[in-house]
């Protein structure tokens, strides 16, 4: 099994900016590509970015140009990096994890995170 732990939502004002860790634990050798999804209030979970164990990344509408993702494998963590933060990215977010990119991006990927919350107002 696969343990995955967000850490770094909270409160932040438009414009504003926050990182979101996830560190993995337990059977990494299960896992190669990492992901973050959110999901609002009312609104289906959708992918925000990607990144394989090699660094390649992907990122998804609509929080791309505003966010970066990158890994560091010693630490086996995820990061996501997001900047110029609207209202409509207030959302729980989630990271996942799975050796398959493509299970991944189908948001059907075996380990998730609990998931941190972003809340952005004034």
């Known amino acids: 099994q696969v343990q995955l732990v967000e850490s770094g939502g909270g409160l932040v004002q438009p414009g504003g900016s926050l990182r979101l860790s996830c560190t993995a634990s337990g059977s990494i050798f299960r896992i190669s590509a990492m992901a973050w999804f959110r999901q609002a209030p009312g609104k289906q979970r959708e992918l925000v970015a990607t990144i394989t164990r090699l660094g390649t990344t992907n990122y998804a509408e609509p929080m791309k140009g505003r966010t970066a993702i990158s890994r560091d494998n010693a630490k086996n963590t995820v990061y996501l990096q997001m900047n110029s933060l609207k209202p409509e990215d207030t959302a729980v977010y989630y990271c996942?994890?799975?050796?398959?990119?493509?299970?991944?991006?189908?948001?059907?990927?075996?380990?998730w995170g609990q998931g941190t919350q972003v809340t952005v107002s004034s």
């Open positions: 996942t994890a799975d050796r398959n990119l493509g299970a991944l991006l189908a948001g059907a990927a075996n380990y």
